[in-house]
Antibody, heavy 119, light 110 residues
Framework: EVQLVESGGGLVQPGGSLRLSCAASGFTFSNYWMHWVRQAPGKGLVWVSRINSDESSTTYADSVKGRFTISRDNAKNTLYLQMNSLRAEDTAVYYC????????????WGQGTMVTVSS | QSALTQPASVSGSPGQSITISCTGTSSDVGGYKYVSWNQQHPGKAPKLMIYDVSKRPSGVSNRFSGSKSGKTASLTISGLQAEDEADYYCSSYTSSSTWVFGGGTKLTVL
């Protein structure tokens, strides 16, 4: 079964750091671009970041540029999001999602992990 | 990176058809074929319903269809069913090599 499972969410103080993980299974992880998308409570989906299959290229939303770093370990079939200098407005459910090059769309999503930034 | 524009809500009765619009710019919706639609039920992860403007993934009902004209994409759901009640989000690739979502549309089946 094709599956993405996020972990690492939790409560963190403003200015703090957190690293999210996304474990992939059921497909050849190293062949796919991967993304992080977040959703604040009661709000819509917001694209955060993406990484290409061999980690040679990354892009970020302006709202997280310079604070968040996306990375991957193809040997461990795992995607990461290092989040630094966290703000209250970063509070959201964070989803990892797969985008096949032949689709250009988010075809597989994880169940999400909640990040709460609060003192 | 402004969000694509979607109506906040739409509604329809069972069996009817509804259409949800998604308006962007020439730098996203108007410039690329990579426009997709995701369905999200409360508390659940999104699910891909339409990709490449009008294509359906395997397993998605043919009651769902997509189209695009200029900078506006549309999702049409025909033969509305109770289980279609959900939030719907469009998304598009952009000229900045990023992706952007719409603000979401809540579909109510009356």
């Amino acid at each position: 079964e094709v599956q993405l499972v996020e972990s690492g969410g939790g409560l963190v103080q403003p200015g703090g750091s957190l690293r999210l993980s996304c474990a992939a299974s059921g497909f050849t992880f190293s062949n796919y671009w991967m993304h992080w998308v977040r959703q604040a409570p009661g709000k819509g989906l917001v694209w955060v970041s993406r990484i290409n299959s061999d980690e040679s290229s990354t892009t970020y939303a302006d709202s997280v540029k310079g604070r968040f770093t996306i990375s991957r370990d193809n040997a461990k079939n795992t995607l990461y999001l290092q989040m630094n200098s966290l703000r209250a407005e970063d509070t959201a459910v964070y989803y990892c999602a797969r985008v096949p090059s032949y689709l250009g769309a988010f075809d597989i999503w994880g169940q999400g992990t909640m990040v709460t930034v609060s003192s | 990176q402004s969000a694509l524009t979607q109506p906040a809500s739409v509604s329809g009765s069972p069996g009817q058809s509804i259409t949800i619009s998604c308006t962007g710019t020439s730098s996203d919706v108007g410039g690329y074929k990579y426009v997709s639609w995701n369905q999200q039920h409360p508390g659940k992860a999104p699910k891909l319903m339409i990709y490449d403007v009008s294509k359906r993934p395997s397993g998605v009902s043919n009651r769902f269809s997509g189209s695009k004209s200029g900078k506006t994409a549309s999702l049409t759901i025909s033969g509305l069913q109770a289980e279609d009640e959900a939030d719907y989000y469009c998304s598009s690739y952009t000229s900045s090599s990023t992706w952007v979502f719409g603000g979401g549309t809540k579909l109510t089946v009356l």
